[in-house]
Each structure stands twice: as C-alpha cells, then as structure tokens.
C-alpha cells in the first residue's frame, strides 16, 4: 500500500494574480489615443507661440505612461496557495520578485473572514498559534468570497485526514 500518494494529493491549488482590466495592447492604443489628444490640444498654443504649454503637456503625457507602468508592475504580484492532508503552503511574492513563504499543519489553521453588510467579504485571513496572514488581499469581495469558500472545504477535507484505499 503506497500511503505517500493519499497524503500529497493536491486538494486545493490557487493562483491569485491582481486584477488588471486593461491589457498592455489596449494600453497602447489608449496611449496613442491620450498623445494624439495632447497634440492636438497643444498646437494652437504652440502656433501663438505660447510654447510652455507644450512642455506641460508633454508633462502630463509622461505622467499618464509612468502611472500605468507602475501599474502594470504592480501586477506582476501574486499569491499560491495550495492544501493538502498534512500542509497548507502560502507563498506571496512581491512586484519586485520577493517571495514570503508560510507553511502550517491545516489541523491548526483556522480561517478568518471579515464581512461589512455593505460590501460583502473583506477580509480574508489565516491563523494558526495567534499568527494571522492575510490572503486574498488582490480579490474583490465576490471573487474573495469564492476563493474563501474553496480554500475553506480544502482546509475541512484537509482535517479529516488522508483517504486511504
């Protein structure tokens, strides 16, 4: 009997990623669109010789770009989070590639959820031995209140142990 296999199985696995709506293409044409409009602006004032104003505006289109860098930087954040009978791993890694890893026994963890009447779930936590993580911080209260639901069957199958065939 290979009890190795019952005890590793993956119950729950999950990426969690920050939502962006706006994809790097649809970025472009917007950017093209937001230059085209200063230029536009712009040209009467450069035609009567009020030539600051170019600079200010040109100033504010190089703001718009390094606005939604950041942005798009932000977005290389994200959140593993996976169950199995005798571990739950969390690992966060930051913009910038730093990664912060928590691993527990799920026997122990407890899942914290924070709900206002107003905007439904809005918090989401992991506590074990008077340690709290936050999870799911990227997540808006619908999608926060699904994970939670997953992660929280995961965490109940996780506790009754592995199954053995």
Known sequence: MNTTNSC????????????????????????????????????????????????????????????????????????????????????KVSPGGERAEWCWNPIWVRLVRE????????????VSRNREVEVAGFLGPAARAEFAGGLSRALAEAKRGPRYS
């Not at 200063?38 to 170019?54: H, K, M, R, S, Y």
């Not at 009447?117 to 992991?126: K, M, Q, S």
Request: proline fraction near 3%.
């Open 8 to 91: 590793n199985a993956q119950i729950f696995a999950a990426r969690i990623r920050p939502h962006r709506s706006l994809s790097q293409q649809n970025f472009r044409l917007l950017l093209i669109i937001f230059c085209g409009a200063a230029f536009f602006t712009t040209l009467p004032f450069l035609i009567l010789g009020a030539w600051p104003v170019v600079g200010f505006m040109g100033l504010d289109v190089l703001l718009f770009w390094w606005a939604f860098r950041v942005n798009f930087r932000d977005a290389r954040a994200y959140e593993d989070v996976s169950v199995t009978a005798l571990e739950l791993k969390l690992a």
């Open 115 to 126: 709900e206002d009447e107003d905007f439904g779930l809005t918090r989401v936590a992991l």
